[in-house]
């Protein structure tokens, strides 16, 4: 099973709203990635979780909070945020460490107005 | 700072010929690449990845060259299928940026029947 679960697919929210983006694998990886993807553009990283510790943080502002409550659960806490914030978000696992491929979930679309 | 360029942004070729996807990085520390396939709305989908201590690695129709000292690679996709048509981002990663993965560009393969 190289399955990686994203709830909810879509998501509209306004700026004053408190949102949570979910994923979840069941593969046995410890670690978990979320990426921010725009139109036509590439999957930029926001934060890497290795064996559940933040081990990377690519100078997100703090409207975005990351949580991993387990081994295979990953959270995107979503608080006060921008328009300029919408994009696809994406969840991904791996095995930790080097030369191990990431799978990815099929991402949240997130509108905020 | 693009690390990683795809310096076509579409390709067109007829179902049964060959499709090359080319891929330059800058980034000497990269030690791992992969190929990701990209469907509108949908998470990117690992297809073929290859370690620096290798050139070429093979997968079906599938196969991946990397050129150490021209820090370039390429996919190569025979015969090429119309279900193949989708986006296509190269991805390089190293110990230096904690395994996680920088994208490029993509390119936007349209295989013709």
């Known amino acids: 099973d190289t399955e990686v679960t994203q709830t909810p697919k879509h998501l509209v929210m306004g700026m004053t709203n408190k949102k949570s983006l979910k994923c979840e694998q069941h593969?046995?990886?410890?670690?978990m990635y979320w990426y921010k993807q725009k139109a036509k553009k590439p999957p930029e990283l926001m934060f890497v979780?290795?064996?559940?510790?933040?081990?990377i943080n690519e100078s997100v502002p703090s409207r975005f909070s990351p949580e991993c409550p387990n081994s295979s659960l990953l959270n995107l806490h979503l608080h006060a945020l921008q328009p300029e914030d919408s994009a696809l978000y994406l969840c991904?696992?791996?095995?930790?460490?080097?030369?191990?491929?990431?799978?990815f979930g099929p991402g949240t679309r997130l509108t905020v107005t | 700072d693009q690390q990683v360029k795809q310096n076509s942004p579409s390709l067109s070729v007829q179902e049964g010929r060959i499709s090359i996807l080319n891929c330059d990085y800058t980034?000497?520390?990269?030690?791992?690449f992969l190929w990701y396939k990209k469907y509108p709305a949908e998470g990117p989908t690992f297809l073929i990845s290859?370690?620096?201590?290798?050139d070429k690695n093979e997968d079906g129709r599938f196969t991946v060259f990397l050129n150490k000292s021209a820090k370039h690679l390429s996919l190569h996709i025979v015969p090429s299928q119309p279900g193949d048509s989708a986006v296509y981002f190269c991805?390089?990663?190293?110990?230096?940026?904690?395994?996680?993965?920088?994208f490029g560009k993509g390119t936007s393969l349209l295989v013709t029947p």
């Open positions: 290859i370690s620096s201590i290798k």
């Open positions: 593969m046995g990886h410890r670690a």
């Open positions: 979780y290795s064996y559940e510790k933040l081990s």
């Open positions: 991805a390089a990663s190293g110990s230096n940026s904690g395994y996680a993965l920088n």
């Open positions: 980034n000497s520390m990269f030690d791992y």
């Open positions: 991904a696992s791996s095995l930790p460490g080097g030369f191990n491929e990431q799978y």
